[in-house]
């Protein structure tokens, strides 16, 4: 997925490694039954773009599915529009979603992650689905729309290379996830 959020409203590029099988797809909002867009794409179809809907900021799961194999990775959207100037960031922890997922990206057959101490390298796979602690991170999100809390949300990718929504002019920011 996206290392930074997709602006509402706007398409989300996902880079989808099928092992050139057809495959298929579909968005929900966290915690939500209903699907929002679904679709297939051909054999070979590496490039998915996905419509994130709406204006408001929000976490989203897409899944994929071959034949034989599928997965779920979140999408991040951010508030697009009168949204957009939410007094309260909500950060989440994008590095260490995709820093914990256990992928080989030096080729020497073992995993590289931040829990041992090695270096990554930006974007990788989420090649086990959605990271340990997105539910609790999640939950979150879920409290402040049960509040009706206004949010931005951005990721912590995002904030370290300057894209998307900032900090600046902000009441408040969360930092969600470890």
Do not use: C
């Not at 699907?35 to 051909?42: I, K, R, T, Y």
């Not at 995709?98 to 590289?112: H, I, K, S, T």
């Not at 931005?152 to 009441?171: C, E, F, I, N, W």
């Amino acid at each position: 997925p996206p290392l930074t959020a997709t602006p509402a409203g706007s398409d989300a590029s996902v880079f989808i490694d099928a092992r050139q099988r057809p495959y298929r797809w579909q968005l929900r909002a966290v915690g939500a039954r209903k699907v929002l867009e679904h679709g297939s794409e051909g054999r070979g179809a590496v490039d998915l773009h996905v419509r994130i809907p709406g204006h408001q900021a929000g976490l989203y799961e897409l899944t994929v599915a071959t034949d034989n194999h599928s997965t779920t990775v979140p999408l991040v959207a951010a508030a697009s529009g009168h949204d957009a100037s939410a007094h309260v960031l909500v950060v989440l922890p994008m590095l260490t979603w995709q820093g914990n997922d256990p992928v080989d990206d030096d080729g020497d057959g073992l995993p590289n992650t931040l829990a041992v101490g090695d270096p990554l390298k930006l974007p990788r796979l989420l090649a086990t689905g959605l990271p340990a602690g997105f539910a609790d991170e999640a939950q979150l999100l879920s409290y402040l729309n049960s509040q009706h809390v206004s949010y931005q949300l951005t990721t912590d990718v995002a904030l370290a290379l300057g894209q998307g929504p900032s900090l600046k002019g902000r009441k408040g920011v969360l930092l969600d996830g470890s």
